[in-house]
């Protein structure tokens, strides 16, 4: 059974620091991408990024370019999210995502519960 | 970006009658070399993930009752549940995910 689990989500500062992992169980985690998409609490769904199974090609949302790291550890079947600079629109839950086809231009086939990020003073 | 549009915002149907959901996009996501739709379906109940319903547009994906159909192409898509059941109530999105950044619609809500 595939199962993706997010953890590390919590309250932080402006301008803190959080990182948000997802562990992945039930599959060939490096055959396939990855993605983290994120809910604004009451709101609808903003893809956040992506990166390939071998982990050598990622994308970004504009929002949060600069910012945002995604990476994963194929031999661990971890995903990363290190998230800096956080500001008060990064308030969200945050969701890991794999996606059903090898490459990032992919549809979304299995979600976590996702982990909630909470940027306030 | 490519712009992914919903309407209506919400829905109100009726127990065993027919729901329809559209969904437009700012630009085609039908790539020629492949003639796929990179779109796709999700249905999110209180409390929980988004669930995978339609892919390529009209693929069903594994254990989604065949209540549920997707169709369209180009920039216009349709979601159709068949005949409602109360289990289907959630709020429903689009995605596109032809190019970067991957984009939602706003999504439907579904009420009985």
């Known amino acids: 059974e595939v199962q993706v689990l997010e953890s590390g989500g919590g309250l932080v500062q402006p301008g803190g620091s959080l990182r948000l992992s997802c562990a992945a169980s039930?599959?060939?985690?490096?055959?396939?991408?990855m993605s983290w998409v994120r809910q604004a609490p009451g709101k609808g769904l903003e893809w956040v990024s992506d990166?390939?199974?071998?982990?050598?090609?990622?994308n970004y949302a504009q929002s949060v370019k600069g910012r945002f790291t995604i990476s994963r550890d194929n031999s661990e079947n971890m995903l990363n999210l290190q998230m800096n600079s956080l500001r008060a629109e990064d308030t969200a839950v945050y969701h890991c995502a794999k996606k059903g086809c090898t490459g990032t231009t992919c549809y979304l086939n299995y979600w976590g519960q996702g982990t909630l990020v909470t940027v306030s003073s | 970006d490519i712009v992914m549009t919903q309407s209506p915002d919400s829905l109100a149907v009726s127990l065993g009658e027919r729901a329809t959901f559209n969904c437009k996009s700012s630009q085609s996501v039908l790539y020629s070399d492949n003639n796929k739709n990179y779109l796709a379906w999700y249905q999110q109940k209180p409390g929980q993930p988004p669930k995978l319903l339609i892919y390529?547009?009209?693929t069903r994906e594994s254990g989604v009752p065949d209540r549920f159909s997707g169709s369209g192409s180009g920039t216009d898509f349709t979601l159709t549940i068949s005949s409602l059941q109360a289990e289907d109530v959630a709020v429903y999105y689009c995605?596109?995910?032809?190019?970067?950044?991957?984009?939602f619609g706003q999504g439907t809500k579904l009420e009985i």
């Open positions: 995605h596109q995910y032809y190019n970067t950044p991957h984009t």
């Open positions: 990166i390939s199974g071998s982990g050598d090609s990622t």
């Open positions: 390529w547009a009209s």
């Open positions: 039930g599959f060939t985690f490096s055959t396939y991408a």
